[in-house]
């Protein structure tokens, strides 16, 4: 099974603030950048009635 995340600039930006910053573990940056096959972006536009 091929599993699929979508993850919003939140997640990215929590993790660097929070646990995983740059300089404290840049292991899971450089593993999220090594992810195979590479990682494509989405743009979702999201349309409210009002």
Do not use: C
Not at 7 to 31: H, M
Request: hydrophobic fraction near 50%.
């Amino acid at each position: 099974m091929n599993l699929r995340y979508l993850l919003d600039a939140n997640v990215f930006i929590e993790a660097k603030n929070r646990y995983y910053g740059f300089d404290i573990v840049p292991s899971f940056w450089e593993w999220l950048d090594s992810r195979q096959p590479p990682m494509t972006s989405l743009h979702l536009a999201l349309f409210f009635n009002a």
